[in-house]
Each structure stands twice: as structure tokens, then as C-alpha cells.
């Protein structure tokens, strides 16, 4: 396939504007225009402030001059487009000197109907003589673009018929900086595009363009190597054919005409779109409701969406446990459909819903709610497991390749190309189930990309196979590689995207409990080869955990939340993960040779994989309210199950079990947290009375704390630090907040402690440097405080629920407990505030003479910025009523301008 050639297709009389830079250069006009124009109603100027009429024709006048020498230079640098200029320019000059006439007729006599009728048609006249100027300078860029693409072309076609490697080489050179060119040229059209379709084109053919240069030479010179080698002429042809087409794409962007049409594969996923649908037209008018007509069309929406789920419950990958969980939701929201049409039977005729409709519109709401959930946890089963490992395949094709071993290879390319249809299986699943529009096309647009890239990595691998000593071959599957791997970074991203970060997380955990527990039964069996298998997928999905919470965790301001969950990431990846692998190495060796292992030392190391991934999830959960949660994970699910279905084994008396141990966890959550939900809502009231008290100190203590930069303070640290400790503490005994277990309260009680002591520490110095005062005593009494408070709550901690059921009903026997858990948090509270009040006026205000050096910096934290100018008393009224974001309209020039529109033009 060639190039195509280009020509600029330029209607005179179209005044379509497609790029910003002729809006801006419009708008100034443009506005003057209009407020000429403007003579009746509120002009939007302050009263005593409005501009004469003068003053407005002489800026008009002004800005038109501008834009005839403006173009007069364009006319002379560029004769290609010459004669249009000149009439263009000729037909401003006349559009002025008629705007001008009409401008001082009209300011002498306002009131004349006839001058100011005048007056619009001069002004229609001069924008779009204007307009069209604009346009034709705005197409000489486009000459220029389409000028240096040409030049692009031509050295691409010298570089397909060049006949020696030299040849090639000194072409390339050439051929490199004009490609830099035209890309340069390309991105400053690709920004000043107004079509989002176009600049999503033109960013991508300028993507394909630049990766593809190298591609150019390496191909180029593996087929001038190889003349006879089949596979090396298809590379060559592919690296040609994706850069003809991203130049092509350049030319029919730069010289199209008329809005972007839309294209296939865009828009929201199917199950997502259809779910939305459903759910928008299951609610409706029971005043006008036909159950003749409604119901069918429901029942019949309903099974193809029934029909989609249960297509991707039947993939390979998709888990028991969740394929069981998406035919429960399927036949419940089967259900509730029937039971919500029969309250529209009910209702029907009747202008106001009952409450029997209301509840089950709420419960067919609950049950898509659940089934959607259900759906994208399959989808991220798939993307945990397929995306896991993506370059494994790669990698052993290319080993098979430079072994020389065609026998072999032809098993390795299976592999690999079955490893490819099943990404882009799963990356169409994930599309599926994603309302994110501009997500899905990037996912459908990097699925083209690695499906026309694979049989090329083959072609590429056979090649090599061929000739596995040759440099030039070799170079050939490096360039492949390359491709490969930054095409399958962009779909991996693209997916993350476009899947909920918190199913992520919840799925992966599930995922590696399976995992571990599987390498658990291989040692126990025996198995080498089950064990190395098992064991690299923790190693996959464990890289990937930490690629996708990295990421995550780059999207917020750097704060303690982010922190914490970075350091759960680091002690999972440097210390955790390299203890696992060291190991499984150790357990491989031992079981290769017959020697003997601690099978006890092994599942300690497989279960502190597990707690990693558990903590990690639990850090990031932390800034997330109970309600915004909508499960906990799958393991936890299942303890609620009265029946779960996780696999067990029977083991002797010194054997561990795994998933034994991790169910008594859940159940352990059953009795604390979860039970406290539970708890009558006279003890739930008394909890909330003494926390609101609890809220009220913590709010003066942030009052307080938000005062200080904490850079150099580690007081205002540690009391930051306390503080989100004793909230979660408190959040527990309302049944919410990331600590669980009666352990995880006693383990938060002892890391205050630990700060309470490091926050004495740190007080006791600035008491030693303070002089003798009643500030000092102060301070000493509030350090006292703090440790008297600390003890408390760690013995508060140890006592606070003793949970029993009575009759069915949940009795909390040691309320008075959990109140006192929640009062010594209180005075502990108040005992930081005071500490670090005084701890200021120590350290600034009773310093010795002979103290140098600060035990901490007192330093205030920047004001937020405020307005230059304050606003006028009306205004500041105004925006003290809220505005709605739909309400606040400004109007553009370019909507202006379509007040002047004359269809004599």
C-alpha cells in the first residue's frame, strides 16, 4: 500500500472553524462586536463604566488593521495560497470601511432603527470576511504540514529501494531528522485540533511514526541480510505498512472537512451500558404503566444481560466459587424483576408510588447492585490471572529462538499465540463491564496494536530461529521485543484503568491465598515441578500488586495515608517477597536431594505473604468510609457462608493449615467488628453519644495541629499520628474502621503508647531547655497525663468487648468497657492538645540563654491564597448563593458569532 496524496479541499464560502487558534484570534473582535451591539438590556458593565461608542469603533478599526497586515505577510511568505489571501484581505478592507461608515452612523443617532439594521449587516459582513481570512491563513499551516509529509514520503520510498546496508544507513540519517519534523509540525496541529476524534488520530499516527523508525532500519537491513527469508520480508512489509498508514492518518486528519464521525468499538461496554439501561427503564410513571407492553420488553433486556453474564461465568478462568455467586445473583435478580412488575400491577392507575413499589424498586436496585458486583469481580479474576505473567511466553519463545531448535519452537509459538488471544480475551472482558468511555477506547485501541504485533513477533522469532548467531537477526528480535513489551505496558495500564482498584485488591488477595495454599500441598506432596509453577505466580501476581498500588498511590498528594501504604508496599517487596523466594529455593533444594525441610518454617513464609497482601489492602482501605466499601474480601465472604466452600485437608497434629487458620481469622472478624454492628441500638446510642464527645476533642486538636508545619516537628507528627490511631480505635466500637479483631485494638493501643512515650521524650527535652516557670510545671503535668492516658487505653484495650447471644439477640455485657475505651481515648486526646500548646511556649517563649540548638521547629503553615482583589459588595453577595454548575453559562464568541451569520455567504 502507498501513501496517499493530499490536497487541501477549500470551499471559500465555508467559514467552519476547526482549530482553536483561529477562535482566539477571533474572539477579541468578536467581542467588541457584540458589545457594540449591545445597546439594549444589561451590557454586563458596571454602571458609569460602559464604553463609549467611539472608543469601540476605533478598537474595531484597530483589530481589523491588524488582521490585513497580518495577512499581507502571510501573502508574500507563501504564494501557494496568494490569490486567495488577496481576495480575502480585499474583502476585509471593503467589510471595514462599511463596518467603519455604519459604526459612526450608528453612535450619532442609537435609537434609529434603520442605522443600527445597518449596523448588523456591516457587522456580519466583517466577521465573516474576517472568519475567512483567518481560515486561509489557518490553511497555510496545513500547506506546510502536507508540504513536509511529501518530503517524508519521498525518503521512505528511498529507504524501501535503497541496495546496500551503507545506502541504508546514510539514508536513514536523513530520513530521521525530517521525520522529527514533520512530527514536530504534527503535534502543534494535533493540539490546536478542536475535534477530540481527530487529535485522539493524530496523537496516535505520531506515536506509531516515532516507534516505528527503528523499526524501519532494523527490518530494512535483517531482509538486505536475508533476501530469501519469508519471514524477514513480512517484517519488513509490517514496518512499512504502520508507518504508511500513521502518515496517511496525518494527511486525512490535517486535510479533513466536517465533525469526526464515530467509530466502531466506542462508547461504554456492552454489560455496563446494558445494566445502566435496565436499570433506568425498571423505573417508571405506575400512572401510565402497561404491563402488556413493559413487561416483556424488561424480561427480554434482562436475559440478555443474564445471557452475558452467564458467557463469562463459563470462561476457563473464572472461579467456582464466583460462577456459583453470578447464577445465585442472575436467578435473584430474575426475582426481583417479577416482584417489581407485580407492585406495578398493583399500582397501576395510581399518580403516586406506594411503598410496596418504593421497596421494590430499591430491591431490584440492590440486586443489579450485587450482580454488577459479582460481574467485575470475574472480569478482575481474568486480569489477575492472565496479566499476571505477560512476558513469560515472550521470553521462552525468544530462548527457544536463539537455541536454534525449529522442533521446539513451533510449541513456544502456540504458547505465545494462545497467551495473546487470551489477553486480548480478557481485555474485551474488562471492556465489557467499563462505563469508562475514553478507557475503553484507549483498551480496544492497544488490543489492535498487540494483535497486529503478534504474528510479527513470530515471524520475527522464526527469523531468529533460522539464523540464532547472526547480529543482525538478533538485533531484528530485539526491535520486536521492545515493541512488544511497551505495547503490552500501555494495555496493561489501559485495563488497570478501566477495573476498580478496590476489586483488585480484593481479588488478588483471594487469589494468593490460593496460591500460597497450593504451594503448601506441593511441598507436603512433594511435587517440584507444582511447587516452581505455583511459586513464580506468586512472584507474577505479587509484582503486580505492587505495580498497580504504586500507581494508585501516585495519584494523591503525598500525606500519612500514602505513607503508610507505601511502607506496607516496601515491607512486602523488600523483605517479605525475598524471604518467600529464599524459601521456596531452599525447599526445592532440599526436596531435589531427599534431605530434609521444616515444612513449619515454609508456611510461615507462605502465610506472611498472605498477612503482606492483607496489609497492603488494609492501608489502602484506611481513608475509605464503611459505606463506600461495598465487601470486605472473598476470603471474609465465604466465613459468613454457613457452608464455605474453600477446600480443606486433613493434616496430623505438627501440620499447619492454611486456609484453617485464615477461616478462624474470619471468624474472629465475625465476633468483634462485625459483631458490633449488630449490638441493640440503645448500646449503639450510648457508643455514639460518648464519640460524639470523642469528635469534639479531636476537632481541637486538629484546629490545633493544622496550625504548625509539621516539617521539622516531629510533636505535631506524632500528635497527627495519635490522633488516626485513636479514631480507629473509636470507629471499632461502632462496628467500622480497617482494625477488626480484638488483637488488631490491642496492637493500636501499643503503638500509642509507643508514640506517647517518643512524644515524652521529645517534651522532656524542651522541659530541660525551659527555665523555671509555671509553664514548666504545666508541661510536666501534661507529659504525666500522656502516660497515665496511654496506660489506660492499653487496659481498656484488652477488656472492651465481651460480645454473648441471648435469645437471638446480641448482648454487649462490658458496654462500660467500650465507653471506657472511648473516654481514656478522649482524655488522652486533650492531654496532646495541652502538651503541644505548652510545648510552643516553652520552646519559644522560656528558653534558657544558654540553649542553641531547637529540640523541634515552630513554624506556622502557610496561609491558603486569597484573591488580589477583593470583590465588589454585589458580587460577593452573588457568590454567596450557590450555583449550580449547569446554571453558570458564558456565553463563547464562537456562540457570538452565530448571531452574525449571513446565508448570502
Known amino acids: 500500500m502507498s501513501t496517499q496524496q493530499f490536497q487541501v479541499k477549500w470551499d471559500p464560502k465555508d467559514v467552519q472553524i476547526r482549530t482553536k487558534s483561529v477562535e482566539l484570534a477571533l474572539e477579541p473582535l468578536v467581542n467588541k462586536v457584540t458589545t457594540l451591539m449591545n445597546s439594549n438590556g444589561d451590557s454586563g458593565l458596571k454602571k458609569g463604566r460602559s464604553k463609549n461608542s467611539h472608543v469601540l469603533a476605533v478598537a474595531i478599526e484597530k483589530a481589523t ?161 536475508f533476501p530469501g527469508n519469508q519471514e524477514a520480508k513480512k517484517n519488513r512489509d509490517y514496518a512499512f505498512q504502520q508507518f504508511e498508514n500513521a502518515m496517511n492518518t496525518i494527511g486525512n486528519v490535517t486535510t479533513a472537512t466536517g465533525p469526526s464521525e ?86 397501576a392507575g395510581k399518580r403516586e408510588r406506594s411503598a410496596e413499589l418504593d421497596g421494590a424498586l430499591d430491591h431490584m436496585g440492590k440486586k443489579t447492585k450485587d450482580l454488577r458486583r459479582q460481574l467485575r469481580k470475574a472480569v478482575v479474576d481474568h486480569v489477575s490471572d492472565t496479566f499476571s505473567q505477560t512476558d513469560i511466553p515472550l521470553l521462552m519463545l525468544i530462548e527457544t529462538a536463539k537455541q536454534g531448535n525449529m522442533g521446539e519452537l513451533g510449541d ?22 467499563s462505563s469508562n468511555e475514553d478507557g475503553v477506547k484507549l483498551v480496544r485501541y492497544a488490543m489492535f496494536q498487540i494483535e497486529s504485533l503478534c504474528p510479527q513477533v513470530i515471524n520475527a522469532a522464526k527469523m531468529l530461529c533460522s539464523q540464532p548467531r547472526n547480529k543482525v537477526a538478533n538485533e531484528n528480535m530485539d526491535v520486536f521485543k521492545a515493541a512488544w513489551e511497551a505495547q503490552m505496558r500501555v494495555l496493561t495500564e489501559a485495563v488497570d484503568d478501566i477495573t476498580a482498584f478496590d476489586d483488585f485488591l480484593s481479588v488478588s488477595e483471594s487469589h494468593i491465598l490460593d496460591d500460597v495454599n497450593r504451594c503448601v500441598f506441593a511441598v507436603q506432596d512433594k511435587d517440584l515441578d507444582s511447587l516452581d509453577k505455583t511459586a513464580a505466580t506468586v512472584r507474577g501476581r505479587a509484582n503486580r500488586i505492587c505495580q498497580v498500588v504504586a500507581a494508585e498511590m501516585s495519584n494523591y498528594e503525598p500525606s500519612l495515608y500514602t505513607q503508610q501504604a507505601m511502607q506496607a508496599l516496601y515491607e512486602f517487596r523488600d523483605n517479605i517477597m525475598p524471604h518467600f523466594n529464599k524459601t521456596v529455593e531452599g525447599a526445592m533444594n532440599s526436596l531435589s536431594s531427599g534431605g530434609h525441610m521444616d515444612e513449619n518454617d515454609f508456611i510461615d513464609a507462605c502465610r506472611w505473604v498472605y498477612d503482606g497482601v492483607r496489609e497492603i489492602r488494609r492501608s489502602v482501605l484506611v481513608n475509605r468510609a464503611y459505606e463506600d466499601i461495598e465487601s470486605d474480601s472473598d476470603i471474609e465472604e465465604e466465613a459468613e457462608d454457613p457452608e464455605p466452600r474453600s477446600r480443606t485437608t486433613s493434616m496430623g497434629e505438627d501440620q499447619f493449615n492454611m486456609q484453617a487458620m485464615l477461616n478462624q481469622k474470619a471468624e474472629d472478624d465475625r465476633v468483634d467488628r462485625a459483631m458490633m454492628r449488630l449490638l441493640p441500638e440503645e448500646e449503639k446510642q450510648q457508643i455514639a453519644a460518648e464519640v460524639a464527645v470523642f469528635k469534639q476533642e479531636k476537632a481541637k486538636l486538629d484546629a490545633e495541629i493544622t496550625r504548625w508545619d509539621e516539617s521539622g516537628n516531629d510533636i505535631i507528627t506524632l500528635a497527627k499520628q495519635m490522633c488516626m490511631i485513636m479514631m480507629e480505635m473509636t470507629d471499632f466500637t461502632r462496628g467500622r474502621g480497617p482494625l477488626k479483631t480484638t488483637m488488631d485494638v490491642i496492637s493500636a493501643a501499643q503503638r500509642i503508647s509507643g508514640l506517647g512515650k517518643t512524644m515524652v521524650s521529645l517534651a522532656g527535652e524542651i522541659v530541660e531547655q525551659c527555665v ?45 468497657s467500650a465507653i471506657s475505651l472511648i473516654t481514656a481515648a478522649k482524655n488522652l486526646m486533650q492531654a496532646v492538645v495541652q502538651t503541644v500548646k505548652a510545648a510552643y511556649v516553652a520552646s519559644t517563649k522560656y528558653r534558657g540563654n544558654n540553649i542553641k540548638n531547637n529540640v523541634v521547629v515552630w513554624k506556622m503553615r502557610a496561609p491558603e491564597k486569597k484573591p488580589l482583589i477583593r470583590p465588589m459588595r454585589d458580587e460577593m453577595n452573588q457568590a454567596s448563593q450557590p450555583i449550580r454548575k449547569e446554571s453558570r453559562h458564558v456565553e463563547h464568541p464562537i456562540t457570538a458569532l452565530g448571531e452574525f451569520r449571513n446565508d448570502d455567504f
Request: glycine letters at 4%; charged letters at 30%; a neutral charge.
Open 412 to 433: 513456544f509459538i502456540a504458547i505465545f499465540d494462545e497467551h495473546t488471544r487470551k489477553i486480548l480475551e480478557v481485555s474485551d472482558l474488562a471492556c465489557s463491564m
Open 772 to 816: 523555671q516557670s509555671r509553664t514548666k510545671t504545666d508541661l510536666q503535668g501534661y507529659l504525666k497525663s500522656i502516660v497515665l492516658y496511654t496506660h489506660q487505653l492499653n487496659i481498656t484495650s484488652k477488656v472492651k468487648t465481651d460480645i454473648t447471644q441471648i435469645g437471638g439477640e446480641m448482648v454487649l455485657s462490658g458496654l462500660e
Open 262 to 347: 464515530e467509530r466502531p468499538g466506542e462508547g461504554a461496554g456492552f454489560l455496563a451500558s446494558a445494566l445502566d439501561d435496565f436499570d433506568r427503564r425498571c423505573v417508571v410513571d405506575p400512572a401510565v404503566y402497561n404491563d402488556s407492553k413493559i413487561r416483556p420488553s424488561l424480561e427480554k433486556r434482562l436475559e440478555n444481560i443474564i445471557s452475558a453474564a452467564a458467557h463469562m461465568a463459563d470462561k476457563p478462568n473464572t472461579r467456582d466459587e464466583r460462577r456459583e455467586r453470578i447464577v445465585s445473583e442472575c436467578n435473584s435478580v430474575r426475582q426481583a424483576l417479577q416482584d417489581l412488575l407485580s407492585s406495578y400491577v398493583h399500582g
Open 65 to 225: 488593521q491588524e488582521f490585513l497586515n497580518k495577512g499581507e505577510q502571510i501573502a508574500r511568505e507563501h504564494p501557494s495560497v496568494e490569490n486567495e489571501m488577496v481576495a480575502a484581505l480585499n474583502d476585509v478592507k471593503s467589510s471595514g470601511d462599511s463596518m467603519r461608515s455604519a459604526t459612526y452612523d450608528f453612535s450619532e443617532d442609537p435609537c434609529s432603527q434603520s442605522r443600527r439594521n445597518a449596523l448588523v449587516k456591516a457587522s456580519r459582513t466583517l466577521l465573516s470576511s474576517v472568519t475567512r481570512l483567518l481560515i486561509i491563513a489557518d490553511m497555510v499551516d496545513v500547506h506546510v504540514l502536507l508540504k513536509s509529509l511529501r518530503v517524508v514520503k519521498g525518503d521512505l520510498d528511498h529507504l524501501r529501494n535503497a541496495n546496500s546496508q551503507q545506502e541504508l544507513t546514510t539514508k536513514f540519517q536523513t530520513f530521521g531528522q525530517y521525520v522529527m519534523d514533520l512530527d514536530n509540525k504534527a503535534y502543534y496541529r494535533q493540539i490546536d485540533l478542536k475535534d477530540d476524534r481527530y487529535r485522539d488520530d493524530m496523537a496516535a499516527a505520531r506515536s506509531t511514526m516515532k516507534k516505528g523508525s527503528m523499526m524501519l532500519l532494523t527490518t530494512s537491513k535483517a531482509h538486505m541480510s
